[in-house]
């Protein structure tokens, strides 16, 4: 599966922004998809993931309650509405794709065995 991420840019602290993830070419209903991210010097971490047929989502601490993951599988597309942005949220934003990541490994990087490019996200204080 190829991933194409796109929706970054700036945006003022307490302000939302929307980055997408456009798949092609598999079987886009049978993955898992996640976002990661990655800010400078630091490592890549995990932020949401939505099960293949959306019936289970997961976030890391710090972001629920302010980003909400989606999947319109017809599209292939998977979003991520991030609103209340911080300075924090700052970083690059990579979504990744597995159909074999099981539950309790969705946060891990190595689980995922497809990414996409890159897309950024600026929040201004």
């Known amino acids: 599966v190829q991933l194409q991420a796109s929706g970054g840019g700036v945006v003022q602290t307490g302000g939302s922004l929307r980055v997408s993830c456009a798949a092609s070419g598999a079987t886009f209903n049978s993955y898992t998809i996640a976002w990661f991210r990655q800010a400078p010097g630091k490592e890549r971490e995990f932020v949401a993931a939505i099960q293949w047929n959306s019936r289970r989502t997961s976030y890391t601490d710090s972001v629920k309650g302010r980003f909400t993951i989606s999947r319109d599988n017809a599209r292939p597309m998977v979003s991520l509405q991030m609103n209340s942005l911080k300075p924090e949220d700052a970083a690059v934003y990579y979504c990744?794709?597995?159909?074999?990541?099981?539950?309790?490994?969705?946060?891990?990087?190595?689980?995922?065995?497809?990414w996409g490019q890159g897309t950024q996200v600026t929040v201004s204080s």
């Open positions: 990744a794709a597995s159909r074999t990541v099981i539950l309790s490994a969705v946060s891990l990087i190595n689980s995922y065995a497809y």
